[in-house]
């Protein structure tokens, strides 16, 4: 392995709106979440790369759904969620909360973030001399929002996210959905005099009409513009307040409220 050559991480689109991360040194690649694997396929091939891991965060489908297919072709190790085998069903190395993964000379803490599903995990590669923090967080933080409950309840989400919340700010974070456009629009129905989430929602509809990813996104950032990371500010927590007709008794409650409003929020029509 080439491991004085520089750390990648390159997006691959698939379906409407999932990026299948594609974790890349010299000629060997780590694909993230693989819903689908012809596109997993198209850029390995394009590139000449050996697939050498694949990492899983949750059982959903479109973080699944092409481990069959890949691994006929590539017997490669599968890591994933020790609390999601029986769902994921491929799985040869079961993971939780303090272990550790070593791919492509980087390593990666396993942290469980239940919330989005009950047995969601998120990988954190520390900094090294050479390269800086990263975070691949599946479906649980994403950029100006967050996953959906579907399995685990808002304290859990909540917790899940002030965990990934603390990790250092410079962290890059990985999310695997393209929702930054209309995460920004409720984000500034809950803040609209929030300067770095306007200054933000430039340079997000840039990037798209450019077809360019919005992601990665970093802590720092994320920390400026996104309402569930925010839900000890008080602009936060008086929209959320206004929302319910209620002040809502703790950080859990507010982002409760907020999680509530955003499941049924749709987006002004843009200009
Ligand atoms: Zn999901
Ligand atoms: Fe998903």
Known sequence: ????????????????????????????????????????????????????????????????????????????????????????????????????????????????????????????????????????????????GCGRLFEGTAAQLHGSLARLAALPPATQVYCTHEYTMSNLAFALAVEPANAALQEHVGRVRDLRARNEPSLPSSIEQELRINPFLRTAHPSVRDAAAAKAGHEPADETEAFAILRAWKDGFRPPASP
């Not at 080439?2 to 999932?18: K, W």
């Not at 198209?42 to 990492?55: D, F, Q, S, V």
């Open 1 to 144: 392995m080439t491991s004085h050559a520089a750390l990648q991480v390159l997006p691959v689109p698939a379906f409407t709106d999932n990026y299948l991360w594609l974790l890349v040194r010299g000629d060997e690649a780590v694909v993230v979440d693989p819903g689908d694997a012809a596109p997993v396929e198209a850029a390995l091939a394009a590139r000449g790369l050996r697939l050498n891991a694949i990492l899983v965060t949750h059982h959903h489908p479109d973080h699944i759904g092409g481990l069959a297919a890949l691994l006929s072709r590539h017997p490669v190790p599968v890591y994933g969620p020790r609390r999601e085998r029986d769902t994921i069903k491929r799985l040869t190395v079961e993971l939780g909360e303090g272990d550790h993964v070593d791919v492509l000379g980087r390593r990666f803490e396993v942290m469980e973030v239940p919330g989005h599903t009950l047995g969601h995990i998120a990988f954190f590669g520390p900094a090294t001399d050479l390269e800086g923090p990263i975070l691949l967080c599946g479906d649980t933080l994403f950029s100006a």
